[in-house]
T-cell receptor
Framework: DGGITQSPKYLFRKEGQNVTLSCEQN?????MYWYRQDPGQGLRLIYY???????QKGDIAEGYSVSREKKESFPLTVTSAQKNPTAFYLC??????????????FGDGTRLSIL | GQSLEQPSEVTAVEGAIVQINCTYQ??????LSWYQQHDGGAPTFLSY????GLEETGRFSSFLSRSDSYGYLLLQELQMKDSASYFC????????????FGRGTSLIVHP
């Protein structure tokens, strides 16, 4: 079955450490997204990518970095510059991204905490 | 930019009908989506309104009025499993369909 796989499910970060969250999809979708969700909050867009080797900053990109070297993969790195990284991180994909109003498909999320 | 307002919590009993409202302020607007998220899980797509009016999908319906900058999700014949958070999301302006999400409404269904 096609879907989006995020790993790990839980992740702990030490002070000053960079950590990378994995997101893989086998839906053959062009666009991929990273969102951050805090308790009682909606989903806030961190980065998105509409095609391979291209990505754009979302509303809260500071302290994060991404890459899109393959269509299937869109890893997110939470850098030490992100001072409040504790949150639930959701990866999503859609067939054509910003070119059409197609629904987004989400992974099961990664919960990141600070040690 | 966009902002979408939803009630933070709605409660109802099994078998009832509940309406979750969403009002938005946006410069440029294409349509309104609704997503369901159970605790700690992945949001799942429920519906999308690109035009004014009612879209029906089984027990769930969604409505949009562009003139009122308002939409709602209607859930009928409520079941316990419908207890979840529901998010409205408006398509961004400037030729992009990347959605902006509201803060979500927690629906609690009682027996």
């Amino acid at each position: 079955d096609g879907g989006i796989t995020q790993s790990p499910k839980y992740l702990f970060r030490k002070e000053g450490q960079n950590v990378t969250l994995s997101c893989e999809q086998n839906l053959n979708h062009d666009a991929m997204y990273w969102y951050r969700q805090d308790p009682g909050q909606g989903l806030r867009l961190i980065y998105y990518s509409q095609i391979v080797n291209d990505f754009q900053k979302g509303d809260i990109a500071e302290g994060y970095s991404v890459s899109r070297e393959k269509k299937e993969s869109f890893p997110l790195t939470v850098t030490s510059a992100q001072k409040n990284p504790t949150a639930f991180y959701l990866c999503a994909s859609s067939p054509q991204g910003a070119l059409s109003n197609q629904p987004q498909h989400f992974g099961d999320g990664t919960r990141l905490s600070i040690l | 930019g966009q902002s979408l307002e939803q009630p933070s919590e709605v409660t109802a009993v099994e078998g009832a009908i509940v309406q979750i409202n969403c009002t938005y302020q946006t410069s440029g607007f294409y349509g309104l989506s609704w997503y369901q998220q159970h605790d700690g899980g992945a949001p799942t797509f429920l519906s999308y309104n690109a035009l004014d009016g009612l879209e029906e999908t089984g027990r769930f319906s969604s409505f949009l009025s562009r003139s009122d900058s308002y939409g709602y999700l209607l859930l009928q014949e409520l079941q316990m499993k419908d207890s979840a958070s529901y998010f409205c999301a408006g398509d961004a302006s400037g030729g992009s369909y990347i959605p902006t999400f509201g803060r979500g409404t927690s629906l609690i269904v009682h027996p």
